[in-house]
């Protein structure tokens, strides 16, 4: 095995694969790795066996995570099923380290992301918001302009009917037509009775 190969073979996976699969990855195979350097003498973290739910559809699916499970010393005994760690364990740590490294690096990456996702629906509300408040606005105007045009449409009403109701007004009367009463007032110089 190269020195750092599983460097390689990590960043790999971190380039060609999508983030939150690989964090699901990493983290159980951090737990393998631990498990084996926190109890070195337990043949039981040693061993995991291929078939295993977990391990099928959450590290294996990866194509790449076998091939570091391989560098590292994992070899296939009688049973093609079960790999048993015979690697060195020093390499083991540096691998366990780098990919605990790379773990966090991703989960900060992927939760600045989250963050900026929902920064860009935070802005995309407000603009909905301010937009919606824009046309209320437009709206409001134009209700305040028709009730102008009412009012206007009313007083202009008001108008029209008093000019109709001076029209229907006798128009001889406008013109001096028809009878006029004159009444008789007595001179006051004058002497009363005859």
């Known amino acids: 095995m190269e020195k750092n190969e599983f460097k390689q073979i990590i960043d790999q996976i971190i380039y060609k694969y999508n983030h939150k699969p690989i964090l699901e ?11 084996i350097i926190k109890y070195p003498r337990e043949a039981k973290f040693k061993n995991f066996k291929k078939s295993n739910s977990t391990i099928r559809n959450k590290i294996l699916i990866i194509d790449e995570s076998l091939k570091l499970i391989n560098v590292l010393g994992y ?15 020093n390499n083991l740590i540096e691998c366990t380290n780098y990919l605990n ?14 963050l900026k996702e929902k920064q860009k629906e935070k802005e995309l509300e407000n603009k909905i918001k301010f937009s919606n408040y824009n046309d209320s606005q437009k ?13 206007q449409q009313i007083e202009n009403d008001k108008k029209e009917r008093a ?27 004058c002497g009363g009775s005859r």
């Open 25 to 35: 990855a990493f983290s159980i195979l951090l737990k393998l790795f631990n498990n």
């Open 75 to 89: 070899k296939k005994t009688n049973d093609d099923e079960i790999l048993s760690f015979e690697g060195d364990y």
């Open 139 to 151: 709206q409001s105007r134009k209700i305040q302009s028709e009730k102008e045009k009412i009012l």
């Open 163 to 189: 000019m109709r109701e001076k029209a229907r007004d006798s128009k001889a009367n406008d013109l001096k037509f028809g009878m006029h009463q004159v009444v008789f007032k007595p001179n006051p110089n």
């Open 101 to 114: 490294k790379k773990t966090k690096e991703l989960e900060l990456e992927l939760k600045n992301k989250e």
